[in-house]
């Protein structure tokens, strides 16, 4: 196949995806945002997962916020966000938006293949009407799907888009092989062709809610441990001498994967009549973290008789995770809002997010360096800038520090996660 490459949506997982295919492929990168199109074509990626040395390797890609450019494309790629609404529901707008899209450009032949999160079924349910919709061709006979879970992992220079395994999929066995021949081109780590579109789609859900449950396994553990005055990273390190014990640390769970994908596939389960109840305990879990984080640090200033109308406390971190400045689903907020909520004056100090952007979507104005004194510190967020700080001189000038990720020399601080 003569590969004319579209892709949709030029985030953390788009973005790497077409600098990859740039270098083989004429490619077109597409973005409804025109500002972030704008810093492509300058060199710039505000998502730090790609240097200007990088977009300029991708000698056949060009970036576009119109539509009409993608028309000569014969195989599209969308990676846009499948976020969750308020009351945890699969967001799928930015989805069928996407396809409706793409549907007023296909021709016959093409290929479509989706590599955002979903729920089993998705792609031909939900998806591919829309294109048949949209553009008059009969699907799995004019045009064609596949799907391919995206496996970025935000702000990790070591596991990047060419040497992570790809799962491919296609509508039917010869499309199949099309996507996979695609990907095998410039992923040296190779594929794994699945069997249906439906088998990638569950692979790549069931990925992230292993995580999110083992995770909540040890956030258990952790608020189990509390409660009998031993440090739960002390029992990790202990137990984790054994050669099969997984190497899980409890925390906040945030970000675009981890915190939602689970709901994709309960919300699926449920409409089929099944109530899941591990998958959601695990949720339920992980979500009550941030509150419990707070609530501790405010039981420490009242032993310390410094809770009070005046308290004042730092948390280090705003991003979901560290040395990244994604934002997205960050549980650092529930820490900040439950401090709130007790009265307690807060300051976050986050080197790596766009501070715009903070105060855009949560009404925050972080500060610009730490120069006051805290009756708490709080490290939420193990950006390495933290890890380099004088923390013997922080521990002298704060009465509190609680270390979240658990990452600190344990005489530095009064309680860890």
């Not at 409804?32 to 300029?56: F, H, M, P």
């Not at 780590?189 to 292993?210: F, L, M, P, R």
Request: some cysteine; aromatic content about 10%.
């Amino acid at each position: 196949m003569n590969y004319k490459v579209g892709i949709i949506g030029l985030g953390y997982v788009g973005l790497p995806l077409a600098v990859e295919s740039g270098k083989l492929y004429p490619t077109i990168g597409f973005d409804i945002n025109a500002k972030r199109i704008d810093e492509l074509k300058s060199g710039v990626d505000r998502t730090l997962e790609v240097t200007s040395d990088e977009l300029d390797s991708a000698t056949k890609l060009k970036f576009t916020s119109t539509s009409a450019d993608l028309k000569e494309c014969n195989f599209y790629i969308v990676t846009v966000p499948t976020p969750i609404d308020i009351n945890n529901n699969p967001e799928l707008t930015p989805l069928k938006e996407a396809s409706r899209m793409i549907a007023s450009l296909l021709s016959e032949g093409d290929i479509v293949v989706y590599e955002s999160t979903v729920f089993p079924g998705c792609t031909e349910e939900v998806c591919v009407p829309f294109l048949e919709e949209g553009s008059g061709l009969r699907y799995n006979q004019e045009f064609y799907c596949g799907y391919s879970p995206e496996r970025i992992n935000p702000g990790d220079k070591k596991h990047r888009i060419a040497n992570i395994l790809k799962v491919t999929s296609g509508s039917n066995p010869e499309i199949a092989n099309k996507v996979d021949l695609f990907y095998k081109s410039f992923i040296k780590a190779g594929t794994y062709q699945a069997s249906s579109i439906k088998v990638a789609e569950a692979a790549k859900v069931i990925e992230n809610s292993q995580r999110d449950i083992n995770i909540a396994f040890v956030n258990e553990l952790a608020l189990i441990f509390d409660r009998l005055d031993i440090d739960t990273k002390e029992v990790l390190e202990a137990a984790g001498t054994k050669w099969n014990f997984l190497p899980f640390s409890p925390g906040l769970v945030g970000g675009h994967c981890i915190g939602v994908d689970p709901y994709y596939l309960t919300q699926k389960a449920e409409s089929v009549g099944y109530h899941p109840q591990v998958i959601l305990a695990g949720r339920k879990i992980n979500d009550q973290m941030g509150q419990y984080v707070a609530q501790k640090v405010v039981k420490l200033l009242g032993h310390r008789n410094a809770l009070n109308s005046n308290s004042k406390v730092l948390i280090m971190g705003f991003t979901f995770k560290e040395n990244c400045p994604d934002i997205r689903n960050t549980r650092v907020i529930d820490i900040y809002n439950e401090l709130v909520s007790f009265g307690i004056n807060v300051d976050i100090f986050e080197p790596h997010a766009d501070p715009t952007q903070i105060s855009k979507e949560f009404g925050i104005e972080v500060i610009k360096e730490i120069d006051n004194q805290y009756d708490a510190i709080i490290l939420a967020v193990a950006h390495s800038e933290f890890l380099e700080l004088n923390w013997h001189k922080l521990r002298l000038s704060s009465r509190i520090i609680y270390d979240v990720k658990g990452v600190l020399p344990k005489k530095y601080t009064d309680k860890r996660l």
